[in-house]
């Protein structure tokens, strides 16, 4: 373990194709101590060649021996699946965050699970935790081809509903007849790229609805840029965040020490505590119900709706 109690220094342990495209990463203590908990649809920092990135656990949460992560190599990488694909190898040491989770499996009598492509990976564990829980459960599964999309035996053995979708034999998913018939108690969960998470929020009410993006959508902001103070407490600094800058930056430039990762509003790498003052949450993380609460932020893209902050920084 790393000094630091939110690190972990691990040893990839197994690295298993799981599909054309889709290596699974086995991560486990360097003296076989067990791991921190975590429940389905948490995820993990990676530290993987000067970059830090988000994976999903896909494992089992009662097997706290190792984590396992499902990692695509993607064509359009800024460097972290193409590091793991071409660099990182069993036997290696990597630094890891601890688990963290906000698109946690809320308890409900049903659930739906849409999936597009790696963002199965949540789902996974999220199906299989409902199947030891002897809820009723669907999964509409779509991907590119049959061959390129992991994990498809592992869903298929649990006691479930499996639709598996390849695009090249069927087409996109028909989102309408996947959630027609949704029993009223009954959650989705859905995670995929940013076109299939638009199209879901656009057929499922709201609060019946749990997402985790790949990517933080195009928004268009009503809200005030303008500068303002924040107060960082733990530190004894007050800064002032200008309009063309975010708190981040302007804690970075300060010499501040933040964590930070995908800079988008949706890792939640930055979420740091409100002391005092109301924040203009711009992130796509946190619930309407925290939002609402003032509680914490994400200091990479959110900014202040009252003048002056006070943050735990």
């Known amino acids: 373990m790393s000094e630091n109690a939110s690190e972990l220094t691990l040893l990839v342990r197994r690295m298993t194709w799981e599909a054309d495209g889709v290596l699974s990463v086995e991560l486990a203590h360097p003296d076989g101590k067990p791991l921190p908990a975590w429940a389905p649809g948490a995820h993990l920092d990676l530290h993987t060649g000067g970059h830090v990135r988000q994976y999903s656990l896909c494992g089992d949460p ?78 509409v599964y779509g991907g590119r081809t049959r061959g390129s999309m992991a994990f498809t035996e592992e869903l298929a053995a649990l006691d479930g509903d499996l639709s598996v979708v390849p695009q090249d034999e069927h087409g996109h998913i028909d989102l309408a007849a996947a959630l027609e018939g949704l029993p009223d108690d009954a959650l989705v969960y859905c995670c995929g790229p940013e076109p299939l998470l638009a199209a ?3 057929l499922c009410p709201a609060d019946r609805l749990r997402l985790e993006r790949f990517s933080a959508p195009v928004v268009e902001r009503a809200g005030d840029d303008s500068a303002f103070e924040v ?27 933040v964590s930070s990762s995908c800079q988008e509003g949706i890792c939640g790498s930055c979420e740091t505590r409100v002391l005092d003052g109301t924040p203009d949450h711009r992130d796509f993380l946190l619930s309407e119900a925290e939002h609402a609460a003032n509680t914490s932020m994400m200091i990479c893209v959110s900014r202040c709706a009252s003048g002056r902050l006070v943050l735990d920084l």
């Open 62 to 139: 009662r097997d706290v021996s190792s984590y396992r992560i499902g990692v695509l190599d993607e064509a359009s990488s800024r460097g972290g699946s193409r590091y793991v694909h071409t660099k990182l190898r069993p036997g290696q040491p990597v630094t890891a965050s601890e688990p963290r989770n906000h698109f946690a499996l809320e308890d409900a009598p049903g659930y739906l699970f849409i999936a597009g492509g790696i963002g199965v990976t949540p789902l996974l564990a999220m199906a299989r935790e409902a199947a030891r829980a002897g809820a009723d459960w669907r999964m």
């Open 200 to 202: 879901v929020e656009a």
């Open 231 to 257: 107060e960082c407490r733990s530190s004894g600094r007050t800064l002032t965040v200008g309009p063309d800058t975010s708190i981040l930056r302007a804690a970075e430039a300060a010499g501040l020490s």
